[in-house]
């Protein structure tokens, strides 16, 4: 029973992996995701205080990252690259699940955001909640979502620059 689960879930991911976003996920009519207000953190390109995602009318990029996760460092070139190039049309957050102020100190995240050159709003998931209304299953993951709060893409595992990019322009054109 338990393989047969797991082959689920593994074939589910896949179709995310792959930019495939099933209907729970933002098919053809998602539900616009209700909004989380979440605490920043001080770091390069962020600031001490709040946001709200998906924002408000305005499209939206989350990166899901965890300072213990070694694909998350990977990756971080390309969300560079993708940030460089469409960041002034998307809020472009990264978010991690981090008991940031508890376990894992601001000082830790901040240290790592600057080790790997993150220069954007940066903030912390504590309860998961934001996690948890759009599906996130693991780390490294991103959903681009549109203006009307509809995530037009989602997915998980490392991509490339032109990957993102392609998501980020889903939610532009949502």
Do not use: K
């Amino acid at each position: 029973m338990a393989g047969l689960a797991s082959v689920g879930v593994l074939g589910g991911a896949g179709a995310v992996a792959t930019g495939g976003v099933p209907d729970s996920l933002g098919g053809d009519a998602p539900e616009p995701v209700e909004p989380v207000t979440l605490d920043t953190v001080d770091a390069r390109g962020s600031r001490d205080g709040e946001v709200t995602l998906p924002a408000p009318d305005r499209p939206t990029f989350v990166d899901f990252f965890a300072t213990w996760c070694s694909p998350c460092v990977e990756q971080m070139p390309d969300l560079i690259e993708a940030h460089d190039r469409l960041g002034d049309e998307v809020l472009f957050v990264s978010v991690t699940p981090e008991d940031v102020g508890g376990s894992v100190s601001e000082e830790t995240v901040a240290e790592w955001w600057r080790e790997n050159d993150g220069d954007w709003l940066v903030a912390a998931d504590v309860s998961a909640e934001l996690a948890a209304r759009l599906n996130v299953g693991g780390y490294p993951s991103a959903r681009a979502i549109d203006a009307s709060g509809r995530v037009r893409w989602a997915t998980s595992g490392t991509h490339t620059t032109e990957e993102f990019v392609a998501g980020i322009e889903r939610a532009l054109d949502g």
